[in-house]
């Protein structure tokens, strides 16, 4: 079963829309049966609303499922309640960004593209706190809050399941000085460490790579079930979108592939961001 909340949560909401679309029947004609509204079991279909034990045992009697399926599914209801740690740094962390750092959590393939900045997973605590500062308008608690949840969050690189992790990161990006040179000759070496982890792959995308795929920013998380299909996410200042069909996966894995062919190779690439040390030592 997936670890974290969040994940939980999504694994309900599948489970419940499967079992409704092998009955055939609309959410409307599920509510009118059940006396719930049809946005009800909208809302539990999409992960948009919490699901009682209660309301799995109803459904589980009106799709006539078996009694180990619906312990399965209570117990994933139950599950999902419990609160994740990044949970706990309270508004450091908008409730848009909880829900990525929950699936994250669980990933087993993570592919990301940054156009703009180092990748968050690599991102030192100053390099951190100067972005975070220039962002939304944050208290001081707020900020530190944020920025021990990003520092957190990059343990799942170092762990013993590490999922596998390529990322392709645009020379702007590591030419951008954030702070001052200092900041980003640590911040740079930071990211060299990183690479030396054993599932942990960058490239760079130089400035003389010529046409590529231009899409801006996005990550793309794959899951261990074949019932949890990959997604895309793609954040902004004050919302995030998540993107889990077929076409949208196919179409951002095509872009994903032309921009690890138009970049440098690991071994390349790693030389280039030592160069630039050299440059910010100076």
């Not at 499967?18 to 009118?32: D, Y």
């Not at 972005?131 to 530190?144: C, N, P, R, V, Y």
């Not at 799942?156 to 596998?164: G, I, V, W």
Request: net charge neutral.
């Amino acid at each position: 079963m997936a670890g974290s909340p969040t994940a939980r949560r999504r694994r309900l909401s599948i489970e419940l829309k499967k079992l409704r679309e092998k009955s055939a029947l609309t959410c409307a004609q599920v509510g009118e049966a059940l006396d719930w509204s049809g946005s009800k079991v909208n809302r539990m279909e999409t992960g948009s609303g919490r699901v009682q034990p209660s309301d799995i045992d109803a459904l589980c009697r009106f799709y006539g499922t078996s009694d180990e399926l619906r312990e399965f599914l209570k117990s994933l209801a139950r599950q999902a309640k419990v609160r994740g740690w990044w949970q706990l740094h309270g508004t450091g962390v908008p409730e848009w960004f909880n829900i990525y750092i929950g699936l994250e959590q669980d990933a087993t393939t993570f592919r990301q593209y940054q156009c703009e900045l180092i990748p968050g997973l690599m991102q030192t605590e100053p390099y951190a706190c100067e972005l975070h500062k220039a962002g939304a308008h944050m208290s001081a608690e707020d900020i530190d809050r944020a920025v021990r949840v990003r520092m957190e969050r990059q343990a799942m690189l170092a762990r013993p399941d590490a999922p596998d992790a390529w990322f392709i990161v645009s020379e702007g990006a590591l030419r951008h000085v954030i702070g001052d040179r200092g900041v980003m000759r640590n911040q740079l070496e930071r990211v060299l460490d990183s690479v030396e982890l054993p599932t942990v792959t960058l490239q760079v995308l130089p400035f003389d790579s010529g046409a590529y795929p231009v899409t801006g920013s996005f990550t793309m998380l794959g899951f261990p079930a074949p019932e949890d299909p990959d997604i895309v996410y793609r954040d902004g200042i004050t919302d995030a979108v998540y993107l889990e069909g077929e076409h949208h996966v196919r179409e951002y894995t095509r872009a994903f592939d032309g921009l690890r062919a138009a970049a440098l190779s690991p071994q390349r690439s790693a030389q280039l961001i030592k160069s630039i040390v050299k440059e910010y030592a100076k």
